[in-house]
């Protein structure tokens, strides 16, 4: 089976554009959540979305936002780019909403200029 | 709120040495706990896991944890590195009324001297 799959690999923004990243994820996983990773620290949980219900959210502000569709794939949405949100923004999956392991992908190396 | 501490930014092994990583972590009940390792430029890769019962954990790579509540810590040891295992690696706590919130430590750098 595949694994979590997230697109693109790499984006360049400017600052007060609006980014959009994709996240497929393992055949079979209902739940999806999206992390955020700056550069040396670990990563930053954002939003988890289980059965096309958000069920939890991080401390970010509203200029974050994120949806699941029917098939459980999943977008994460930012708003007025700002340089600070420059990250790898990671995208996992688990079979369920609870304390199942999740599975990570790759990332979108996301840069604001 | 839960939290997670590597105190170990930087580690450096020798080749065949074994390793211990130290995660220390804040939580009001029985937590979840994982350790996961992260190539350059990749993803994060779930190397094992604690739910409950026996407080030794076996993991993928050659790797084991051991939870110790008296002292909230599970650390992560392998009795022999290879220089494969060079890599950032992340303990994490689950959250188990947010769902699967992960909440990660800062992360321990490994490198390998041959």
């Known amino acids: 089976d595949a694994g979590v799959t997230q697109s693109p690999t790499h984006l360049i923004k400017t600052r007060g554009q609006q980014v959009t990243l994709r996240c497929s994820p393992i055949?079979?996983?209902?739940?999806v959540s999206w992390y955020q990773q700056v550069l040396g620290q670990g990563p930053q949980f954002i939003f988890q979305?289980?059965?096309?219900?958000?069920?939890g959210r991080g401390n970010f502000p509203d200029r974050f936002s994120a949806r699941q569709f029917p098939n459980y794939s999943s977008e994460l949405n930012v708003n007025a780019l700002l340089l600070g949100d420059s990250a790898l923004y990671l995208c996992a999956s688990s079979r369920t909403g609870g304390n199942q392991p999740q599975h990570f992908g790759d990332g979108t190396r996301l840069s604001i200029l | 709120a839960q939290s997670v501490t590597q105190p170990d930014i930087h580690i450096t092994v020798s080749e065949g040495a074994s390793l211990e990583l130290r995660c220390n972590y804040s939580y009001g009940a029985t937590p979840y706990l994982f350790w996961y390792v992260q190539s350059p430029g990749q993803g994060l890769q779930l190397l094992l896991k604690?739910?409950?019962?026996?407080?030794l954990v076996q993991g993928i790579k050659g790797f084991e944890a051991e939870f110790k509540r008296s002292q909230s810590s599970f650390n992560l040891r392998k009795p022999s590195v290879h220089w494969s295992d060079a890599a950032e690696y992340f303990c994490a706590v689950g959250d188990n009324n947010a769902g699967n919130m992960l909440t990660f430590g800062g992360g321990t750098r490994l490198m390998v001297k041959p």
């Open positions: 055949s079979g996983h209902k739940s």
């Open positions: 979305y289980y059965e096309k219900e958000e069920r």
């Open positions: 604690y739910f409950s019962g026996d407080t």
